[in-house]
């Protein structure tokens, strides 16, 4: 149905490039445990893509593939037309990948500025004799990221709680503030763990706006992993099902919720 | 009412990233700077040089090492002694050997020598974590005593297995030897001390530095962010043993001038600067500071009170130094563990609202 390089336009009249990230034939096996079974799908630039299915479907061992976390035993993982050899997380930071987490893993002892800024660190080059002194290289490159991340906080809404810890924030605006992390780090792919997950509707309905203005300003690129239905079927373009660590369906909300295989999955089936 | 930052704007992100942000504290600052290094000179005597400020200033740079390897980057460290041998050592070995050579050379070149021996014993911490670490830490520390002991190139086959200084100067002023002077070895120390802040601050509140607290608040977080957990923790073990080898190495050749390996650098070396960083406050240049003023006051001022004062035997204030400090360890520890640090600064967010708190 869709070609390599040749994207397509979304219901609301989105572009969508060629493909980002594609994963072929992926198994990862922990031990005599199956958690992914041969799963092949692809992300698109510019699109919002979901991973969704029931509770220990595989899907953050998926994402964990994705960032590196985890080395799949079988298949290959291209990304930006290359296919990538086994990576460590921080080479998979470095090629423009960042992600949240499902539980937040904010750096709990530095300010929201400081975490923020942690996202800029890839790019940030200057020798260490040029920090010592904060001179030269040291100097600008601080006030050229620290731009990037003001405009990132100043996106996000975050600006009143810049110099505050994280360990004194909120649940909802530390993943808040997660996100801004990611972001800082101007990824072209994004991948967010259940960002929704523990939110009351209100920020619910705040994350799922940042994620469509990200999407929408900056074009990133977005795979997420969520399980609200709702918030699934209208924030993503496509949607890949997974169950027991197999794909059971992928193609856009509309399909994917007329799909038999899914809905036996989510409402379960009589076995006999 | 006067401490506030009220109509203190910042219009650059320079100013707005600057080591104090607020008028009065930079004030405070120079004016700290300016008298340490401008009226101390004039109206120090030996007996303050030697009880108080020697000790102080060198405690401090330890104590500033010690806090970017544990304090900043969450690796515990027990083989700060053996570090501090390291330098003294190195420092040693470069005073006798290149003798025409300025003291401030050697005593930099000691700290980047123990800088590689502390990415050496650095290299476990990239396998293992907390207690473990710190287990191999001291082994490192009772290593690096046994070798200074056992191998006497190191002591330049000296009859009594000591070190001990020789006259060595510095733009032509005498730094070491018996025949130094109290006001040219405060000097040489405060230099180092004022350098190794400037250094570590500016360190710690950019990229390394983060880099550094993103290892120590929560390492995978920190490795998907890009970070190299390599290239991390064994910085900071290497900017953390530059630190503590400068320390060692004045130690030796500016405090002591004569050293035994294992009773100048030995375990309790090691607590003792752990101590300081502890109660000082973790992750806080200003603690470093603060805990080891405390440390080396506190002797000094339990003997005015204790000996002078109420005429107690010395025996039982010696006992009673240990048993105020293991208690503060403990209060510390309980109460507010990020230390001295963490007081001062919720005075200072006192101060600031004072006289009208809402």
């Known amino acids: 149905m869709l070609d390599a390089t040749e994207g397509y336009t979304t219901a609301d009249g989105r572009k969508i ?47 964990n593939v994705i960032s590196g976390f985890y080395i799949p035993q079988e298949g290959e993982v291209w990304f930006r037309g290359e296919k990538r050899p086994p990576v460590k997380p921080y080479e998979v930071a470095r090629q423009g990948i960042a992600r949240t ?92 763990d259940e960002p929704m997950a523990g939110m009351n509707v209100e920020e619910k309905e705040d994350m799922s706006r940042f994620i469509l203005d990200v999407n929408d300003e900056f074009g990133t690129t977005i795979a997420l992993i969520e399980h609200d239905m709702g918030v699934v079927m209208d924030l993503s373009d496509r949607v890949v099902v997974m169950d027991y660590g197999k794909k059971i369906g992928d193609g856009t909300p509309d399909e994917v919720r007329n799909n038999q295989e899914v809905i036996d999955a989510y409402l379960g089936v009589a076995h006999d | 009412m006067f401490y506030r930052e009220a109509g203190d704007f910042k219009l650059s992100y320079q100013s707005d990233s600057q080591t104090f942000p607020i008028r009065i504290d930079r004030a405070g600052y120079y004016l700290a700077l300016i008298v340490a290094f401008a009226v101390v000179p004039f109206i120090i005597n030996d007996y303050w040089a030697n009880a108080i400020l020697l000790p102080f200033l060198i405690y401090a740079i330890a104590a500033i090492g010690l806090n970017i390897l544990t304090g900043y980057c969450g690796q515990v460290s027990l083989g700060t002694g053996g570090f501090m041998a390291v330098g003294a050592y190195a420092c040693y070995k470069l005073m006798t050997s290149f003798p025409e050579v300025s003291m401030f050379i050697h005593v930099i070149l000691a700290g980047g020598i123990t800088a590689a021996v502390g990415v050496l014993f650095g290299l476990p911490s990239l396998r293992i974590k907390g207690f473990y670490l710190a287990v191999a830490t001291l082994a490192a520390q009772f290593f690096l005593v046994w070798l200074f002991n056992r191998v006497p190139w190191f002591y330049n086959y000296s009859a009594s297995g000591q070190i001990n200084a020789p006259e060595r100067d510095t733009f032509g002023i005498l730094i070491t030897g018996p025949n130094a002077t109290a006001w040219a070895t405060y000097l040489f120390c405060l230099i180092f001390l004022v350098g190794c802040a400037v250094v570590a601050r500016n360190l710690t509140r950019g990229k390394l530095g983060r880099s550094w607290m993103a290892i120590r608040d929560m390492d995978i977080a920190a490795e998907i962010i890009g970070v190299n957990p390599l290239t991390a923790k064994l910085s900071a073990f290497a900017v953390s043993s530059f630190f503590v080898g400068i320390s060692g190495a004045l130690f030796f050749s500016v405090y002591l001038g004569a050293v035994e390996v294992g009773e100048a650098f030995g375990i309790q070396k090691s607590f003792l600067v752990l101590f300081m960083v502890i109660i000082g406050g973790l992750g806080s240049i200003f603690g470093s500071f603060a805990g080891a003023a405390f440390l080396v006051l506190l002797p000094v001022v339990l003997k005015l009170v204790g000996v002078d004062l109420m005429g107690w035997p010395t025996d039982i204030v010696a006992h009673f130094q240990l048993v105020i400090v293991g208690l503060l360890i403990i209060v510390f520890l309980v109460l507010e563990p990020h230390g001295i640090a963490q007081l001062w600064r919720v005075t200072k967010q006192k101060l600031r609202l004072w006289p009208f708190p809402h």
Do not use: C
């Open chain 1, 17 to 63: 490039g060629g493909v980002v990230m594609e994963m072929k034939n992926i198994t990862l096996r922990f031990g005599g445990v199956v958690a992914i079974k041969d799963i092949s799908f692809d992300i698109r630039e510019g699109e919002i893509r979901a991973i969704i299915g029931p509770n220990g479907a595989g899907k953050s061992s998926m994402l």
């Open chain 1, 101 to 192: 987490f499902q539980n937040i893993a904010l750096f709990e002892g530095m300010t929201v500025l400081d975490n923020v800024m942690t996202g800029r660190l890839t790019q940030m080059k200057a020798p260490i004799w040029a920090q010592a002194f904060w001179k030269g290289q040291a100097e600008r490159e601080e006030v050229e990221n620290r731009e990037i991340a003001e405009k990132v906080i100043d996106f996000l809404e975050i600006q009143h709680i810049r110099k505050t810890p994280v360990s004194r924030l909120p649940y909802g605006l530390k993943k808040r503030v997660e996100l801004a992390r990611a972001l800082a780090a101007e990824p072209k792919l994004l991948l967010l």
